[in-house]
Structures are given as C-alpha cells and as structure tokens.
C-alpha cells in the first residue's frame, strides 16, 4: 500500500479505502493514476481481510474526466495500437464489492468510474456528467453502455448529446446513485456501508455481487437461471449452515468465507 503518486490507499479495518490524490488537476485520470488504482484493489482482492472496497476523491472533485493533456495530441494509430483505455476496466474484475463515494465532479471518465463501481454514494454537492461531446469525442469507458442501464436511454442520450451535468439529487432520482448525503459526511456513510458488507461471508457477498452483476449480461431467463445454481452453491458452504442455524439458535453468526 505503498509507492504510489496519484493516490493514497489505506486499511480501515476491514475496508481497503483508495483516494485519488491528484488535486492539481481535480484528479483528472491519467493511464498513471489508473495504473494505480488497479493495482491497490487488486491488492485488496487478494487481501484476505479486505471485505470490501471504497474508491474516493475529494471534495471538490471525484475525477474531473480522462486526462485531457494526456489524450490531446494522440493519434488514431497510437489509440488503436496501444487499445487505449483497455486496462480501465479492469476494476470491473474485481470480485469484491467496491463503493464510488463521490464528491464534487465526476465528469466523463470520472462518471464512468463511479459506474464501473458497484455503489454510488453522492455527497450533496456531487456532479455528474459525460462532456466528451463538447471535446469532439465522445464516452470511451463505458459511458454510452452502463449511463443507459442506470437512467435510461433518453436521460442518457440527453446527458452525452448535450454535455450537461446532473447534480446529485438528480442523480439520485434518475437512479445513478443509491443515495445522497451530506457532503461532509460522505466518508463516514460509505465506510458503514462498507463495513455491514464487510461483516458478512466474503464468499457469499461475491456470490451475490457476480448474480447480480450477471444480468447486465445475460437475458432474464439466462439470469434467473444462473442466479438459481449460485443459489444453490451456497448450500455447500459452512457460511449458508453458519448463517442459518445462527439465526435458528438467535445468536451471531461467526462467518468463515468457506
Ligand atoms: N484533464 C486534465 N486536466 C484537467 C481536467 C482533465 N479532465 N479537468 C481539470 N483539469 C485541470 C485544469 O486544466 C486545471 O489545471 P491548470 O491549473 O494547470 O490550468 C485544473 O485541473 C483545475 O481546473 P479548472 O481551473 O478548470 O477548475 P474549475 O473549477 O474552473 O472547473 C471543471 C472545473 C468544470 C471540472 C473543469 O476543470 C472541466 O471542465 N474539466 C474538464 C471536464 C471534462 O471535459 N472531462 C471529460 C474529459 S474526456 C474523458 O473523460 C473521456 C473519457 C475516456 C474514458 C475514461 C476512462 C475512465
């Protein structure tokens, strides 16, 4: 958890917290900074006593977009050939859950991080938006593909066609985000959602987070089917027996992620 530039990484007991940390430039996402950010949480992935993942910014700003200075002078021939912004999804591998708590500006690429995550929590101040268009490019990690999922297609055309922002009751509202708090208490509501998940079977919660992330993929028979038999697999865990009996001898649960 240590040797980075761009953001600063932290245990919270069980919770890995990574805070983009490049405010000079409103944490505008750099091939560095992503660089960075995969390998804290794929650390964290590996941390067995990481139950669950926060990724941060700051007040003033989640991530104010791909990085504009990085990007301006590529050519066609260097996107195409290095696959640009292939290695940003990588969080999306990620089996544990992971909380965009976001604040300030989430623009463009910044907006479609919050959304490669699997809960976003808005401070009350949060903006959203995909202002590609105004750059003469358009969404290049997923902003065209999950914004509809989340809010729909005419929200979504209206947001990437026009460049406007959303503010975060907005946001909330259309469904992007799962709530807003206040600004300065933003940390403090993502680590208790963070820590109630932690405090459950890591097998069973990335169980739960790969049926549910499944029907992005798949058709709703295909789902429901597949839901079924992780459903299923559960029984052949101790955590399923544990969970259970816990509840018939009204006592806690001790869990151990087998
Ligand atoms: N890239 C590089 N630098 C940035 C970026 C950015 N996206 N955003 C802000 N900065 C820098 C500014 O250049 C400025 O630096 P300097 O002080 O050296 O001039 C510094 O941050 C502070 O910014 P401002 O002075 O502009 O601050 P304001 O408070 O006046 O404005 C805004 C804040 C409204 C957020 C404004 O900075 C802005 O509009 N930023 C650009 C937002 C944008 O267009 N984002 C989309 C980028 S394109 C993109 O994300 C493509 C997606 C590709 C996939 C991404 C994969 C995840």
Same mark, same amino acid.
């Given at each position: 958890t240590?040797? @980075? %530039?761009?953001?600063?990484?932290? $245990? $919270?007991?069980?919770?890995?917290?990574?805070?983009?940390?490049?405010?000079?430039? +409103?944490? /505008?996402?750099?091939?560095? +900074?992503?660089?960075?950010?995969?390998?804290?949480?794929k650390q964290f992935q590996e941390d067995k006593e990481v139950g669950s993942i926060i990724i941060t910014g700051s007040e003033k700003a989640f991530a104010a977009g791909a990085d504009i200075k990085e990007m301006e002078k590529k050519t066609l021939a260097e996107a195409y050939n290095t696959d640009m912004l292939a290695q940003w999804h990588d969080l999306t591998y990620i089996r544990k859950p992971i909380i965009a708590a976001v604040n300030g500006y989430a623009l463009g690429?910044? *907006?479609?991080? /919050?959304?490669? *995550?699997?809960?976003?929590?808005?401070?009350?101040?949060?903006? @959203?938006? %995909?202002?590609?268009? $105004?750059?003469?490019?358009?969404?290049? *990690?997923?902003?065209? %593909?999950?914004?509809?999922? /989340?809010?729909?297609?005419? $929200?979504? #055309?209206? +947001?990437? +066609?026009?460049?406007?922002? #959303?503010?975060a009751v907005e946001a909330e509202k259309a469904g992007l985000v799962s709530r807003v708090v206040p600004a300065e208490e933003l940390l403090a509501e993502a680590m208790k959602t963070a820590e109630k998940i932690a405090s459950y079977s890591q097998l069973t919660v990335s169980m739960a987070k790969e049926a549910v992330n499944s029907s992005y993929e798949l058709t709703l028979k295909e789902g429901i089917h597949f839901e079924r038999r992780i459903f299923h697999a559960t029984f052949g865990t101790h955590d399923q027996k544990e969970g259970m009996s816990a509840f018939v001898e009204k006592r806690t649960p001790t869990w151990h992620n087998k």
């Amino acid at each position: 958890t240590t040797g @980075f %530039q761009n953001i600063l990484v932290e $245990k $919270k007991g069980k919770v890995g917290v990574v805070t983009l940390n490049r405010p000079k430039a +409103l944490n /505008a996402l750099s091939d560095g +900074l992503i660089n960075e950010i995969n390998s804290a949480v794929k650390q964290f992935q590996e941390d067995k006593e990481v139950g669950s993942i926060i990724i941060t910014g700051s007040e003033k700003a989640f991530a104010a977009g791909a990085d504009i200075k990085e990007m301006e002078k590529k050519t066609l021939a260097e996107a195409y050939n290095t696959d640009m912004l292939a290695q940003w999804h990588d969080l999306t591998y990620i089996r544990k859950p992971i909380i965009a708590a976001v604040n300030g500006y989430a623009l463009g690429g910044g *907006c479609e991080l /919050a959304m490669m *995550c699997d809960i976003i929590i808005a401070g009350d101040k949060a903006v @959203f938006g %995909q202002p590609e268009i $105004k750059l003469g490019t358009i969404p290049g *990690c997923g902003g065209t %593909q999950r914004l509809i999922r /989340a809010i729909g297609k005419s $929200k979504a #055309m209206e +947001l990437v +066609l026009t460049g406007n922002n #959303m503010n975060a009751v907005e946001a909330e509202k259309a469904g992007l985000v799962s709530r807003v708090v206040p600004a300065e208490e933003l940390l403090a509501e993502a680590m208790k959602t963070a820590e109630k998940i932690a405090s459950y079977s890591q097998l069973t919660v990335s169980m739960a987070k790969e049926a549910v992330n499944s029907s992005y993929e798949l058709t709703l028979k295909e789902g429901i089917h597949f839901e079924r038999r992780i459903f299923h697999a559960t029984f052949g865990t101790h955590d399923q027996k544990e969970g259970m009996s816990a509840f018939v001898e009204k006592r806690t649960p001790t869990w151990h992620n087998k």
